[in-house]
T-cell receptor
Framework: NAGVTQTPKFRVLKTGQSMTLLCAQDMNHEYMYWYRQDPGMGLRLIHYSVGEGTTAKGEVPDGYNVSRLKKQNFLLGLESAAPSQTSVYFC??????????????FGPGTRLTVT | LAKTTQPISMDSYEGQEVNITCSHNNIATNDYITWYQQFPSQGPRFIIQGYKTKVTNEVASLFIPADRKSSTLSLPRVSLSDTAVYYCLVGPYGGSQGNLIFGKGTKLSVKP
């Protein structure tokens, strides 16, 4: 099993450009998440999904959109990138079920720089 | 939503036992306590989860007193490879996944 994979690993954008980050998991997990991590900070939840076709806002959703068209994929979109969105983005997935859902499996991260 | 408080950093030496305490005074009856480990340039990794008393796995032990207002992650005989950031999370049983907050964690430095 590859677990959770993220594409791309690195990206540099100019202000105003758009891009999509792809997250894929092969563990048949119901729940998927997108986090961002800034230097010296913990992870902050952007959006999450509790199943195919569903999404919900997390702690810092502004400036991002997400889609979960297939159970194994969770896409994070930036429509108009801003320097404040420079960060490392982590995707995670977890099984359903209230207790097991906190056992999240994380991808390797995408390092995004917006100039 | 229960807020957690952890030390910002801790130092230890190889072979020692390390105990990291997390305070969560407002923990609710249906909250579970979960700990994650994060190495530089990697995503966090689940370590252990518990509700009360003691939980032990191959990596660590988690001690939770009867009042559940704090918890202690215990790492036996640490090595240099245990240098990482450790996060304590408190989440509601049956609640929204959006309530899961990582915080800044505790940066553990293990020295030779």
């Amino acid at each position: 099993n590859a677990g959770v994979t993220q594409t791309p690993k690195f990206r540099v954008l100019k202000t105003g450009q758009s891009m999509t980050l792809l997250c894929a998991q092969d563990m048949n997990h119901e729940y998927m998440y997108w986090y961002r991590q800034d230097p010296g900070m913990g992870l902050r939840l952007i959006h999450y999904s509790v199943g195919e076709g569903t999404t919900a806002k997390g702690e810092v959703p502004d400036g991002y959109n997400v889609s979960r068209l297939k159970k194994q994929n969770f896409l994070l979109g930036l429509e108009s990138a801003a320097p404040s969105q420079t960060s490392v983005y982590f995707c995670a997935s977890s099984p359903s079920g209230t207790r097991k859902s906190y056992e999240q499996y994380f991808g390797p991260g995408t390092r995004l720089t917006v100039t | 939503l229960a807020k957690t408080t952890q030390p910002i950093s801790m130092d230890s030496y190889e072979g020692q036992e390390v105990n990291i305490t997390c305070s969560h005074n407002n923990i609710a009856t249906n909250d579970y306590i979960t700990w994650y480990q994060q190495f530089p340039s990697q995503g966090p990794r689940f370590i252990i989860q518990g509700y009360k008393t003691k939980v032990t796995n191959e990596v660590a032990s988690l001690f939770i007193p009867a009042d559940r207002k704090s918890s202690t992650l215990s790492l036996p005989r640490v090595s240099l490879s245990d240098t990482a950031v450790y996060y304590c999370l408190v989440g509601p049983y049956g609640g929204s996944q959006g309530n899961l907050i990582f915080g800044k964690g505790t940066k553990l430095s293990v020295k030779p």
